[in-house]
Each structure stands twice: as structure tokens, then as C-alpha cells.
């Protein structure tokens, strides 16, 4: 069965609209990658300043291929010598889990 990554960041208020802005900007840009099977970002309502970048994916292999293909190709910009944008995160943890149940509405 598939498996999930959480990626959790940390973003100050004032970052928000930017962290946002930056994944709009990327979309498709994960869509095609071999295994990739969905993709949530989640903007906390109350009580936390942590935002969860959710991905479900076939397999650890599917996942390992994007992060060392598209993903870190995405996150060097262009070349070493390009100006990056300031991280809006102020820090990143990943969660693994494996999928072990599921469930899908009913259909009428």
C-alpha cells in the first residue's frame, strides 16, 4: 500500500501569504513525478504557527526518486551563483507513515 510524507513547517505569521504564494507558483511541478499519488498543503486555523505539506506516494522508491530528481532541482534555483528568495518556513520536519487503511466516500 502507499505511503505518506508530512513535511511540517514552521511559518511566522507575516510568512503566511508568502509559504502560499510559493507553492501556488509550483504547481504541477510534482503532479507527473512516477508514483505520486496526492498533494495537500494545510494552513493551521488556531493554536499552532505549522503548516503540513502532505504527499502520498506509491512506494519509498517513488518518493527517494522525486527528492533526488524534480525536488532537488527546485530547491537549488538556478545554479549556485542565482539569488534565492528567503526561506518563508523557519523550520522543517518530516513525518513517514505507511498507509495501513483506508477508506473513500460511497458512491450512490
Known amino acids: 500500500m502507499s505511503i505518506v510524507k508530512i513535511n511540517v513547517l514552521t ?5 503566511r501569504e508568502v509559504l502560499e504564494k510559493r507553492f501556488a507558483s509550483r504547481a504541477g511541478s510534482v503532479e507527473s513525478s512516477d508514483g505520486f499519488e ?4 494545510l494552513r493551521p486555523v488556531e493554536g499552532t504557527d505549522q503548516y503540513l505539506v502532505y504527499t502520498r506516494w506509491r512506494d519509498e522508491e517513488a518518493f527517494q526518486a522525486w527528492m533526488e530528481g524534480p525536488m532537488k ?3 537549488q534555483g538556478g545554479g549556485e551563483n542565482a539569488e534565492r528568495p528567503k ?5 522543517s520536519t518530516v513525518w513517514s507513515f505507511d498507509v495501513v487503511q483506508q477508506a473513500a466516500p460511497k458512491t450512490a
Not at 511559518?11 to 510568512?15: G, R
Not at 526561506?87 to 523550520?91: T, V
Request: hydrophobic residues 45%; aromatic residues 12%; without cysteine.
Open 38 to 41: 496526492w498533494f495537500e498543503l
Open 11 to 15: 511559518v511566522p505569521e507575516e510568512q
Open 87 to 91: 526561506p518563508a518556513a523557519s523550520g
Open 73 to 75: 532541482a527546485a530547491h
